[in-house]
């Protein structure tokens, strides 16, 4: 019983630092060191001249919280799970974006850019 | 006397509308007929030789509308085994009601009309309907197979030239036997006559349809026989021997796939050319992106199961194999081919273009990167420990090493659904910047590109090794022609591939 509370108060403190990180940067990237996909994501901001904010939660406390969480929050959106999870997860101007599909996608149809500049992650 | 005598004629038939009716020998039996009639005897069958004679030597008028044939010679004996039956029963009416039908020359009907011949059967359609009453007569029981049969208790002759009794007699047919039918018979004939002719059409399909597959059949064991000899599908075994049960299925749902987008090529040309109206090409070009669509579905289902055979191309041909990026085509080239056959372009949708092309090759090496990097993890996994030592000799430690690796690699996965994601959305973004007719002409060029990609591996997995025999003086032209020969023979065999 207790650690199932003390399980919603991780949920819940882990929610408010995603909130609170996310907020705090133009462009956050939640990743795992090992994922190769996340570095994908991670190349193509940086080619595009954006300086993400990186967690790699295998390096963070609280990591499972927060991955669960990233979890819950993803849900909505059919992403798919890679072997370290639901990461690679981008937040562009502390709202979420999604996932690698949903940035890819973004970027062909031509809206990451713009999202990005509105962030201020970009100028010109 | 001369009376009865007619009458009894008219009784005979009443069919009579000449005079002379009987020669001699009839006229004995009729002596005798009226004797039955008057005295009521049943005439036996002893009667049976003169009944020969009767029929044969009938008047050809015995019929009451003398414009049909008559075609009733066998039935006599019934239609007089009958009359004498009936005559039996009736003949105190009959002797009474033959004077007053004495008057009456083709309406013979008997009084009382009690016996009244039913005779169903077809209409007077075939004009041999009415077979004269006789023949009515002669089919006593309303359902005749044509079998001669002693009418029922009480048959009924009608004479029909009334309007009243018309309905009751329908005439009947006979078959070429002569046998007499009824309706339902007749009905149930036609429908069997109908059916065989159904049945025989059908065969006539079904066997057409067997010549065509045998065919057919021939061709492609021709091609198949063709293809192995050019070590095509050898090739794709390799040294890994057996593909996946996977693999091997979506080969062949790939197969299908290629002949399917053959289909949606010449839809689209046959769209192009008859210039159709944007919305009805707008649903061929939509149905060609879908068909696309189910190709990247296909991939993303084996890719569970068999990543490797996605990314090796065994499932395509050996020089688009060649030049694959990731499993499948690199859209920002796929955008460089087309862009040339969209003219004209507006300047927004050249800008469009420009940046679709730019992002693509942003993700792609976004994309590169990442499975690069996967690449690493797996070569530093693999040689962690010594090379120099023979690790599987420690089978604890190789396993160990074997968990690693496939953890690192199981992102593989992944990298092929994300290189295929791309290409589908750049199919699509394609489609948002142009316009109808333009999409319908960049899918074309697609097709065809691949088409033509495929058709060059064929030529050249036939070229001639040895130039030497061509002869060196005339290399070039030679090698040319060759190759432009074997080309034309390799095109009807990849046209449809």
Not at chain 1, 44 to 56: D, F, K, Q, R
Not at chain 2, 97 to 124: F, H, L, P
Not at chain 2, 338 to 355: A, F, G, K, N, W
Not at chain 2, 486 to 494: E, L, P, T, V
């Amino acid at each position: 019983m207790r650690m199932v509370e003390d399980d919603r108060e991780g949920l819940i403190m882990a929610y408010e630092r995603i909130t609170r990180m996310a907020s705090n940067n133009a462009v956050v990237v939640f990743s795992v060191s090992t994922c190769c996909m996340c570095h994908v994501v991670k190349r193509l901001l940086l080619g595009l001249g954006v300086g993400p904010t990186v967690y790699e939660l295998d390096q963070e406390r609280g990591g499972r919280e927060i991955q669960a969480v990233l979890s819950q929050l993803l849900s909505a959106s059919p992403v798919m799970s890679g072997p370290h999870g639901v990461v690679p997860v981008v937040f562009i101007g502390g709202k979420l974006l999604g996932g690698v599909d949903k940035v890819m996608s973004c970027h062909i149809n031509g809206s990451l850019v713009p999202l990005l500049k509105q962030a201020g992650a970009l100028w010109l | 006397m001369a009376n009865e005598r007619t009458l009894v004629c008219g009784v005979q038939g009443s069919f009579h509308t000449s005079t002379k009716f009987f020669d001699e020998a009839e006229s004995d039996y009729f002596g005798e007929l009226e004797e039955a009639l008057i005295h009521g005897d049943p005439i036996t069958s002893s009667h049976g030789p003169k009944k020969g004679i009767v029929e044969t030597a009938r008047p050809p008028t015995l019929e009451i509308f003398p414009s049909w044939p008559m075609r009733h010679q066998h039935h006599q004996h019934p239609t007089v085994e009958q009359r004498k039956s009936e005559q039996s029963v009736e003949s105190s009416e009959e002797s009474g009601s033959v004077k007053d039908t004495a008057n009456t020359t083709s309406t013979g009907v008997i009084a009382g009309a009690q016996s009244q011949v039913q005779c169903r059967g077809r209409g007077a359609t075939e004009g041999e309907a009415q077979k004269g009453l006789v023949v009515i007569m002669a089919n006593g029981a309303p359902q005749r197979t044509g079998a001669q049969q002693p009418p029922p208790s009480a048959p009924q002759i009608q004479y029909d030239n009334s309007h009243t009794e018309k309905k009751k007699i329908i005439a009947g047919s006979t078959r070429k036997d002569g046998k007499l039918l009824d309706a339902k018979t007749l009905r149930r004939l036609a429908q069997n006559r109908e059916a065989a002719r159904k049945s025989r059409l059908r065969k006539k399909a079904y066997v057409q349809q067997l010549e065509t597959s045998r065919i057919r059949l021939q061709q492609l064991e021709h091609d198949l026989q063709r293809a192995r000899t050019q070590g095509m599908l050898l090739a794709g075994c390799g040294a890994s021997g057996e593909m996946s049960s996977g693999a091997a299925m979506f080969n062949m749902d790939y197969t299908n796939w290629l002949e399917e987008e053959g289909r949606h090529v010449s839809d689209l040309r046959a769209g192009l050319d008859a210039h159709l109206i944007d919305n009805n090409l707008s649903s061929i070009v939509d149905d060609f992106i879908t068909h696309y669509d189910t190709l990247f579905h296909l991939k993303a289902r084996l890719a569970q199961t068999d990543a490797f055979h996605l990314l090796t191309g065994l499932w395509t041909s050996p020089a688009e194999r060649c030049f694959m990026w990731m499993g499948g085509f690199r859209p920002s080239d796929l955008i460089k081919i087309v862009t040339p056959h969209l003219d004209p372009l507006t300047e927004q949708q050249v800008i469009r273009l420009c940046s679709l092309q730019q992002s693509s090759q942003q993700a792609e090496e976004a994309l590169w990167q990442g499975f690069d990097q996967l690449h690493q993890f797996l070569s530093a996994t693999l040689s962690s420990e010594p090379l120099s030592t023979d690790v599987g000799a420690d089978v604890s430690n190789y396993a160990g090493l074997m968990d690693i690796a496939i953890e690192k690699i199981s992102s593989l996965e992944n990298f092929v659904r994300q290189a295929d994601h791309l290409r589908r959305q750049t199919l699509h973004q394609l489609r948002e910047i142009l316009t109808t007719r333009q999409a319908a002409r960049c899918l074309l060029a697609i097709g065809e590109y691949y088409r033509r990609l495929r058709a060059l591996s064929s030529v050249w997995a036939t070229r001639p090794r040895d130039r030497a025999l061509i002869g060196n003086e005339t290399a070039s032209p030679n090698t040319v022609t060759d190759l432009q020969t074997i080309q034309q023979s390799q095109y009807a065999h990849y046209s449809a591939f």
